[in-house]
């Protein structure tokens, strides 16, 4: 089976949610989404990756934020007006059910940061064309397709890959190890 075959049947026609991030037009399956939220201050989590940017209360569950700018390494996203915060589900086997955020399906309720979310936008498998492999600044596996649309593209986004829970805990463990290590290093061992 050919790569545009895959593409096209894994996004196929539905709608999609757009959004805008460092100026790039950007979409990702409604069926993903659970709600759209303004901006509101973030509780800091330590020893957590930048891109996981903070915690909000959504009610009564603590739901992590992810920077979508800084998990594409394009830097963090500056709040503004139209700052919004999407919340999306995301069904990741192999996980156990759980408090905060897990609805015993072993998903996990995430909310992403962007600088603007723009309407939603219905998108048949014929204005969907496969994920190039080069140019789109972000890694292949996170984008699931490209779609033609006012003259410009807009990034399909593959929110499974892009908000993979064992890829985000995998690189949380990192981070943490990397501190350790940081912390075990004696300065004055260094001029010796």
Known sequence: MSDVMTSTARTGSGRYLTFTLNDEAYALDIFHVLEILEYRN???VP???PFIRGVINLRG???PVIDLAIRFDRGATTVRRRTSIIIVHIAESGLEPGPGGTDGDGGQDIGILVDSV???VALGAQDIEPAPSFGSGI???????????????????????VLSISDMVSLGEAAQARGRAEDDVDPDAEGS
């Open 42 to 44: 973030l509780t800091v």
């Open 139 to 161: 890694r292949a596996d996170y984008i699931s397709g490209m779609a033609r649309r006012d003259g410009d593209f807009l990034i399909l986004l593959d929110v499974g890959n």
């Open 118 to 120: 723009n309407k939603v």
């Open 47 to 49: 020893m957590m990756p």
């Open 61 to 63: 569950r603590a739901v």
